[in-house]
Every structure is written in C-alpha cells, then in structure tokens.
C-alpha cells in the first residue's frame, strides 16, 4: 500500500487561503485517481475533492458542494505531488485533511490539521 504524507495545515484566517500538499512515499501516485478527505471531530470523514489519473488526457475534477468554487485539486506528475489550494476558508473548513487514492485504502496518512480562526 502507498503511504501518504500530507504537509502544508496551518492557522488560517477566515477566508484565508492554504495550500496543501501530498506525496506517496517510497510509491508513484501517477497510475490512481487521487482524492483529499477531510475528518472534523465527531465527524465521519468526507471527500473533498477528486482528481483523475494522470494516464488520462485530461485532468478531470470533481468537489464537494461544500467547496465548489474555492477548493481547487491539482497534481504535479513530476513531483509525484497532489496539491489542494484552498481559498476563502469558511468555520466548517477546520479539520484533519488526508489524502489517498479513490476509493481510498484501508491505510491512512498522519493527515495535516487545518484551523480556521481569527
């Protein structure tokens, strides 16, 4: 299985921005379809965001209502790196924001906390 390392969580300002990022230790994350999730307390983790393998011509998006128009995913095949730019923080954003593939592994990174706060 890939591991995951997401970095780039911080304290944010609402409607700040932050930009996050994922690699696959040790593992080419090129071949999958890549998602971010998010996981708040007492909450059951959601899908943010979604992204198309990067065999494919185009890379296809696709989002959560939720932040449709100020998430934005993007990979960088060079860098074997999943970015997730997040603009326009809102008091619903803060959370533990992991990557994986979609559908997910069973297998999870540390995650990278996300706090919304003025």
């Known amino acids: 299985q890939v591991q995951f390392v997401e970095s780039g969580g911080d304290l944010v300002q609402p409607g700040g921005s932050l930009r996050l990022s994922c690699t696959g230790s040790?593992?080419?994350?090129?071949?999958?379809?890549m998602a971010w999730y998010r996981q708040a307390p007492g909450k059951q983790r959601e899908l943010v965001a979604r992204i198309s393998s990067s065999f494919t011509n185009n890379f296809n998006t696709d989002y959560a209502d939720s932040v449709k128009g100020r998430f934005s995913i993007s990979r960088d095949t060079t860098k074997n790196t999943v970015y997730l730019q997040m603009n326009d923080q809102k008091p619903e954003d803060p959370a533990i924001y992991y990557c994986?593939?979609?559908?997910?592994?069973?297998?999870w990174g540390q995650g990278t906390q996300v706090t919304v706060s003025s």
């Open positions: 040790g593992s080419i994350l090129r071949p999958y379809v």
């Open positions: 994986n593939k979609w559908p997910s592994e069973t297998s």
